[in-house]
């Protein structure tokens, strides 16, 4: 009865702080009502996701995953099931209680069909001792500016022991990049009857109307021998198929896709192991899209969806904040697109290569959440906009290391003007679009929070 009445408290004060901080306008209101709610009831996170009436699904991996459980949940919610999703990209468990109770009713009730929660890849294990997922996805294991100097090992191995412990409690699907080396041998030493692996990636793909091929870093991957993979294809960073000389391969995808890229969409062809293959159009730019689009395609099929929907969900996905959001600012065309790390923003700056009618506008900061170095940017290929002759504005608390970072990768520095104030910035950069042009704005995470804040004073 106690309980009950803190997890009502609990949840009523979580929801009267997100509307206040929404009316307020101090920002999307994710964290704090959240962290305090779970102060109140420890248990509430627990007590509202167990009230899902079909799969609790979550999604983890370094990058795609807020795009990929934005995808899930339009595939999902054109299948008519009502889902709860962390929107807005607060992967914690704070961010994850809000979204929570937001949904909830004021006495404790969650009416919703599917869970749809994106996890930081460090939260999967205190996550799984307050719920049991019935799926989990992981999306890809690339070096992160955080752990650049560590062992990506280190996260496929936390990812592990989560997941091994949930599969112990509730029957667990992983659905995993077969084309991911790292992410295709999750739990392979691990045979517990609770587990189901199910694998996705790509044989085939193309790209048309793009400039000459375009180097993207690469990551040096051994396999669990110690030896590393040889590959017949690579498609970005370390995703391709691969094999080892100790017998590990590439695993068999139960969906597999090809894909046929273009500036600023592609068109996928999705087939699953049982059924007629379909094309589904992806409205957003680049092959890691492609992978998201696949992966949301895999979750979907594995909870019934109809290919149906899933074609219809992707094709009407809006983008959610700033991962690939399309919007209009002053007037302006704007594209939107998170850069955390060397393969991630290398894939971002093809799009902008490849369109003639691009400007664009880096703000780099180096707060706690996007990584205290900065050093990554150096990984990331800017050499392929060496030559570019239009203006470049370069912001944020690291203004001068991207200007320089640019400068070296060839772009004549009368070119970069420099503003740390990113409100200026983001005026000069937008007084530089003229019609039928576009500005690409790539932010780091805390510069994508002050952009968010910008732009409802703006409009
Ligand atoms: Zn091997």
């Not at 509202?48 to 009436?53: D, N």
């Not at 094709?315 to 600012?329: H, V």
């Not at 070119?415 to 704005?441: D, H, M, R, T």
Request: proline share 3%; aromatic share 8%.
């Amino acid at each position: 009865m106690f309980r009950s009445l803190l997890n009502i408290i609990s949840i009523n004060i979580a929801k009267l702080g997100i509307r206040i901080i929404k009316f307020l306008k101090l920002g999307s209101g994710t964290n704090l009502p959240g962290r305090i709610a779970r102060k109140i009831s420890p248990e509430i996170l627990a007590h509202l996701v167990k009230q899902t009436k079909k799969e609790i699904i979550t999604v983890t991996g370094t990058n795609g995953k807020t795009t990929t459980a934005g995808l899930i949940s339009s595939i999902f919610e054109k299948q008519g099931r009502k889902t709860v999703h962390n929107r807005k990209g607060a992967n914690m468990l704070t961010g994850i209680t809000s979204a929570v109770a937001e949904k909830s009713t004021l006495n404790g009730k969650l009416d919703c069909d599917n869970c749809i929660l994106e996890l930081d890849e460090a939260y999967l294990n205190p996550a799984f001792e307050e719920f049991n997922p019935d799926i989990v996805l992981v999306t890809n294991l690339f070096r992160d500016q955080l752990d650049r100097y560590g062992e990506l090992n280190t996260t496929a191995k936390k990812i592990e022991s989560a997941v091994e412990k949930s599969a112990k409690i509730k029957p667990l699907r992983l659905v995993l990049n077969a084309d991911d080396p790292l992410v295709s041998g999750i739990t392979d030493n691990f045979d517990e009857a609770g587990l189901t692996k199910i694998f996705y990636g790509f044989e085939k793909i193309e790209h048309v109307n793009q400039q000459e091929k375009v180097f993207s870093p690469q990551e040096t991957v051994n396999c669990r021998c110690t030896k590393p993979f040889t590959y017949e294809k690579i498609f970005y960073g370390h995703l391709g198929h691969y094999d080892c000389s100790c017998g590990v391969k590439r695993p068999n995808p139960r969906v597999s896709g090809r894909a046929c890229i273009d500036v600023n969409h592609s068109d996928i062809v999705i087939k699953p192991e049982n059924c007629e293959e379909f094309p589904v159009r992806v409205n957003l730019p680049g092959l890691y899209n492609c992978y998201n689009a696949l992966a949301a395609a895999a979750i979907a099929l594995e909870a019934g969806i109809s290919p149906e929907n899933i074609k219809k969900g992707i094709e009407n996905y809006s983008t959610t904040f700033g991962r690939a959001e399309a919007l209009t600012l002053k007037g302006k065309e704007v594209l939107i697109q998170l850069i955390k790390n060397p393969i991630g923003a290398t894939e971002v700056l093809k799009t902008i290569k490849n369109d003639e009618k691009g400007k664009f506008f880096i703000i780099i900061n180096d707060n706690y959440a996007d990584g205290r170095d900065v050093s990554w940017l150096w990984d990331a290929n800017f050499e392929m906009l060496s030559g570019y002759d239009k203006i470049a504005v370069v912001s944020g608390v690291r203004a001068y290391d991207m200007a320089i970072r640019l400068k070296y990768a060839g772009i004549s520095s009368k070119n970069i003007i420099v503003k740390e104030n990113i409100k200026e910035a983001l005026l000069q950069a937008l007084s530089g679009v003229n019609n039928g042009e576009k500005l690409y704005v790539l932010p780091t995470y805390t510069a994508l929070l002050e952009l968010e804040k910008l732009k409802q004073a703006l409009n």
